[in-house]
């Protein structure tokens, strides 16, 4: 498997996991009597900030609105990240480790405080960087060596 077809392949995982984000979030409905209040009273609790009034439950909608733009942009990275990998393998560098590094802290954290599906999406997602980064890596090395 090429990197290329690899971070490809992340990319549309990271669409899904955007999406999957996005409705999940936006469709929750508490199962308990409890957490409906809890809902209910981060909506009706407000507060000033900046000249503003603000809810936590705004807070809530809008960090989770945040999370799915940066779900956007590391789709939109491992998609460039691919078409580098094809066209100048070296120009990727630690970039690529270090986005390797951000879905492995993605997977811990969804393991910590998040349900099944989207740990499984940063597990998936993490092997395809993980695995992309070493055939750049290997191939840059190798590029390298002949190059001398």
């Given at each position: 498997?090429?990197?290329?077809?690899?971070?490809?392949?992340?990319?549309?995982?990271?669409?899904?996991?955007?999406a999957?984000?996005?409705?999940?979030?936006?469709?929750?409905?508490?199962?308990?009597?409890?957490?409906?209040?809890?809902?209910?009273?981060?909506?009706?609790?407000s507060?000033?900030?900046?000249?503003?009034?603000?809810?936590?439950?705004?807070?809530?909608?809008?960090?989770?609105?945040?999370?799915?733009?940066?779900?956007?942009?590391?789709?939109?990275?491992?998609?460039?990240?691919?078409?580098?990998?094809?066209?100048?393998?070296?120009?990727?560098?630690?970039?690529g480790?270090v986005?390797?590094?951000?879905?492995?802290?993605?997977?811990?954290?969804?393991?910590?405080?998040f349900?099944?599906?989207?740990?499984?999406?940063?597990?998936?997602?993490?092997?395809?960087?993980?695995?992309?980064?070493?055939?750049?890596?290997?191939?840059?090395?190798?590029?390298?060596?002949?190059?001398?």
């Amino acid at each position: 498997m090429s990197a290329t077809l690899l971070y490809r392949i992340a990319a549309v995982l990271l669409i899904l996991f955007a999406a999957g984000h996005t409705v999940g979030f936006l469709r929750f409905t508490p199962p308990t009597a409890e957490g409906v209040a809890v809902r209910d009273s981060m909506d009706n609790v407000s507060f000033h900030a900046f000249g503003r009034t603000l809810t936590y439950g705004g807070f809530y909608r809008g960090f989770g609105l945040f999370v799915t733009t940066f779900f956007l942009f590391s789709a939109f990275l491992a998609w460039y990240l691919g078409g580098l990998a094809a066209t100048d393998p070296k120009a990727i560098g630690s970039l690529g480790w270090v986005f390797v590094l951000l879905q492995l802290v993605s997977l811990v954290l969804s393991l910590i405080y998040f349900a099944p599906p989207p740990a499984v999406f940063s597990l998936l997602i993490a092997v395809c960087v993980g695995w992309a980064a070493l055939l750049v890596q290997r191939t840059a090395t190798a590029a390298s060596a002949a190059a001398r």
